[in-house]
């Protein structure tokens, strides 16, 4: 068992830079693909970045390369989203999650543990 917590949200405004954490305990932490999640109201959760166990791999969504930074420090259980130069489009909760393997294309339902998420909200 995992258990993951974000922290870090917030409000923001547009160009503005916000850092997000998520604090792992429990299992092998270090043996999982992390990914950062988001959902806006009335939208789908979407995958916003993944990083492979050892953070040799990464993947990002368009909308965000370039802007936002995911990394992890497995000595610490420790996964980060920075994110630079925030739109309103950003605004969202943001979700970390865990998973075995590194795959860009697997969904949600794929994902073994969740966060509770954290409110990120970028005003114009």
């Known amino acids: 068992q995992v258990q993951l917590v974000e922290f870090g949200g917030g409000l923001v405004q547009a160009g503005g830079s916000l850092r997000l954490s998520c604090a792992a305990s429990?299992?092998?932490?270090?043996?999982?693909?992390m990914g950062w999640f988001r959902q806006a109201p009335g939208n789908e959760r979407e995958l916003v970045a993944l990083?492979?166990?050892?953070?040799?791999?990464?993947y990002y969504r368009d909308s965000v390369k370039g802007r936002f930074t995911i990394s992890r420090d497995n000595a610490k259980n420790t996964m980060y989203l920075q994110m630079n130069s925030l739109k309103p489009e950003d605004t969202a909760v943001y979700y970390c999650?865990?998973?075995?393997?590194?795959?860009?294309?697997?969904?949600?339902?794929?994902?073994?543990?969740w966060g509770q998420g954290t409110q990120v909200t970028v005003s114009s």
């Open positions: 990083i492979s166990w050892n953070g040799g791999a990464t």
């Open positions: 429990g299992r092998a932490f270090s043996s999982y693909a």
């Open positions: 999650a865990a998973r075995t393997g590194f795959n860009v294309v697997a969904g949600p339902p794929t994902y073994d543990y």
